[in-house]
């Protein structure tokens, strides 16, 4: 059974930096083809993805944040860290972690997500 | 930026057939991805690479592509189809830099 939970501060302050942890079972991020990647939701508004850390260590970002975001990875727990430096109050929003499965060079969609953890940057 | 186009919204009376369009530069280079998303819910996700439909989705949910569009199509609605549905897909640059479109909202009358 494949599950993912996301976790990290509801509230930071701007210029602060966010630093959320998404725990996983069921899968390995070691097994050839495993991914996991990091989504962002603003209340009301549409799903944005943020970056993708792959089974082989390759890492992926959005490039509008890039300079902002850095994914890794804690094989030994199943965690995958993801942080994001300089915060604002446009960057409130619900993050989500899901992992998804690369066969033959192809993404199989995200097939499974965390609930999701709501983040609030104000002062 | 690459983007991805949706209509906000979508309406259709039970038992009808919606279909939620999503337009980009990179179809049909690349695969469409569709999920679902109810109200204080993750997202589910409904098809992938175009017309793949995953274990447990019903077969009234299913993908189609036509030059640079991208066709979810829900038949015979159900009450419990009423939601948000978002496309993602990626550029064409040659590096994963996925994008999501603006959402649909189906409403089910």
């Known amino acids: 059974q494949v599950t993912l939970r996301e976790s990290g501060p509801a509230l930071v302050k701007p210029t602060q930096t966010l630093t959320l942890t998404c725990t996983f079972s069921?899968?390995?991020?070691?097994?050839?083809?495993?991914?996991v990647s990091w989504i962002r939701q603003p209340p009301g508004k549409a799903l944005e993805w943020l970056a993708r850390?792959?089974?082989?260590?390759?890492?992926y970002y959005n490039t509008s944040l890039k300079t902002r975001l850095t994914i890794s990875t804690d094989t030994s727990k199943n965690q995958v860290v993801l942080t994001m430096t300089n915060m604002d109050p446009v960057d409130t929003a619900t993050y989500y972690c899901?992992?998804?499965?690369?066969?033959?060079?192809?993404?199989?969609?995200?097939?499974?997500w965390g609930q999701g953890t709501l983040v609030t940057v104000s002062s | 930026s690459y983007e991805l186009t949706q209509a906000p919204s979508v309406s259709v009376s039970p038992g009808q057939t919606a279909r939620i369009t999503c337009s980009g530069d990179a179809f049909p280079k690349q695969y469409a991805y569709w999920y679902q998303q109810k109200p204080g819910q993750a997202p589910v996700l409904v098809i992938y690479k175009d017309n793949e439909r995953p274990s447990g989705i019903p077969e009234r949910f299913s993908g189609s592509s036509s030059g640079t569009t991208v066709t979810l199509t829900i038949s015979g609605v159900q009450a419990e189809d009423e939601a948000d549905y978002y496309c993602q897909s990626a550029d064409i640059s040659g590096t994963p830099n996925w994008v999501f479109g603006g959402g649909t909202k189906l409403t089910v009358l």
């Open positions: 850390i792959d089974w082989d260590n390759d890492k």
């Open positions: 069921g899968f390995s991020l070691s097994t050839t083809g495993m991914c």
């Open positions: 899901a992992r998804t499965t690369i066969r033959a060079g192809t993404s199989s969609g995200m097939d499974y």
